[in-house]
């Protein structure tokens, strides 16, 4: 079993940053790899950037060059640096995590952009 805690969501304008974090209950280490996922109102569930445990990356179309993610082995954390955020990016964003061909789901924070 893998917890996720997610954290870091809020309102920001159009243009600003967000952090967001998600604290696994075990070391990311052993973790095959972890993303973050949005799911905006009336839309699916839609991937935005995933890490591998060997610190391979890759996201979305939309997000490229405004996001990252990264990992923090020493905190069992994963972030995803939000910057030039844009309205459209409103939604509420899940931490992803899989190990051992197990899907492990966060409760989800919500991330609001105002124009």
């Known amino acids: 079993q893998v917890q996720l805690v997610e954290s870091g969501g809020g309102l920001v304008q159009a243009g600003g940053s967000l952090r967001l974090s998600c604290a696994a209950s075990?070391?990311?280490?052993?973790?095959?790899?972890m993303g973050w996922y949005r799911q905006a109102p009336g839309k699916q569930r839609e991937l935005v950037a995933r890490?591998?445990?060997?610190?391979?990356?890759n996201y979305a179309d939309s997000v490229k060059g405004r996001f990252t993610i990264s990992g923090d082995i020493a905190k069992n954390t994963v972030y995803l640096q939000m910057n030039s955020l844009e309205p459209e990016d409103t939604a509420v964003y899940y931490c992803?995590?899989?190990?051992?061909?197990?899907?492990?789901w966060g409760q989800g924070t919500q991330v609001t952009v105002s124009s």
């Open positions: 992803n995590a899989l190990r051992d061909w197990t899907a492990y």
């Open positions: 075990i070391s990311i280490f052993s973790i095959n790899g």
């Open positions: 890490i591998t445990s060997g610190g391979s990356t």
